[in-house]
């Protein structure tokens, strides 16, 4: 194809892309070098898997005739690798456009979407990733696989602080206390209802970790944010040592509860850090 095309007088981009759309073709195999053919590889692994999933054959346990499996990591090798920022969901929305009716449409971009970015499952597996640290992850939906990745390692890295632990059963705490309350509670807080010196202490530590974390976030620095947030451990544990958060008052317990709110909705920012909580 690179030939017929060369002499057709295209560009040497083009005619290398034509070759490169088939890359990585195997586990390890080199990736595409030019931007059109990683594009050419993308474009043509989505369309695949929107076209196969569409017709109601997407792969059963271990069948797998289209080697839709491989063209998920072939996707995610080229997005992550290539450090591509690019939007899973749009990519299978728009490959779904380009067909005029497929047998199976309801949820067909959620359903494609959950088995690619489920490939990185094992992906992490290989590089001793536990597996709780993706669906810390993956509980928050994300679809920029490129995002994910980075994501992924910051978790990893603060899975391996001293904290870490103590820091996600917390999380788990909240969340659990959170979920008893049958709606969720404001994260709006009264400081002149803060009457505990370890209140004071969570609330003021919340509001400086906020207003520090938000340019870490929009900067995607996520092992910087978790880091940030293993320091307030003391907090948090000195609030749970001495507040009783269900208090009989109910402005003190709705302020408390906010409280809590704050710290899950941080704790949350980069992944279900309740998740990487031992069952034990």
């Known amino acids: 194809a690179s030939h017929y095309a060369r002499f057709d007088g295209e560009t040497e981009e083009v005619a290398l ?13 080199q990736l595409p070098v030019t931007l059109t053919g990683c594009a050419l590889a993308i474009a043509d692994r989505i369309d695949t898997l929107v076209g196969i999933f569409g017709i109601g054959e997407p792969p059963t346990g271990n069948k797998d005739p289209f080697a839709l499996r491989r063209a998920s990591l072939g996707i995610l090798n080229i997005i992550v690798k290539k450090q591509l ?19 199976v449409p309801d949820g067909l971009v959620d359903q494609v979407l959950k088995y690619i ?10 590089e001793n990733i536990a597996t709780e640290v ?3 992850v993956n509980a928050k939906q994300i679809s920029w696989a490129l995002d994910f990745d980075k994501r992924i390692h910051a978790v990893h ?9 103590a820091l996600a059963a917390a999380n788990k705490r909240v969340a659990n206390i959170l979920a008893k309350q049958g709606s969720s509670p404001s994260s709006t807080i009264d400081n002149k209802l803060l009457l ?13 970790l906020a ?13 910087q944010v978790l880091s940030k947030l293993a320091s307030i451990r003391p907090c948090v544990d000195a609030f749970f040592d001495q507040v009783m958060v269900m208090a009989d008052d109910d402005a003190l317990r709705n302020n ?25």
């Open 85 to 103: 920022d690019l939007d899973l969901r749009q990519l299978l929305e728009s490959a779904q456009r380009n067909y005029a009716s497929l047998p």
């Open 117 to 126: 970015i489920e490939r990185f499952k094992a992906w992490y597996s290989n």
């Open 256 to 280: 408390r509860l906010a409280l809590l709110q704050q710290l899950h909705g941080l704790f949350s920012e980069v992944a279900d850090i309740s998740l990487l909580a031992s069952n034990k």
């Open 157 to 165: 890295a603060f899975t391996q602080l001293a904290d870490a632990s």
């Open 17 to 29: 892309a034509l070759n490169e759309q088939y890359l990585p073709r195997f586990s390890g195999d």
């Open 196 to 208: 505990e010196a370890e209140e004071k202490d969570l609330a003021a530590a919340l509001s400086k």
């Open 134 to 136: 993706f669906l810390a």
């Open 211 to 223: 207003a520090n974390n938000a340019p870490l976030i929009a900067n995607k620095d996520y092992e």
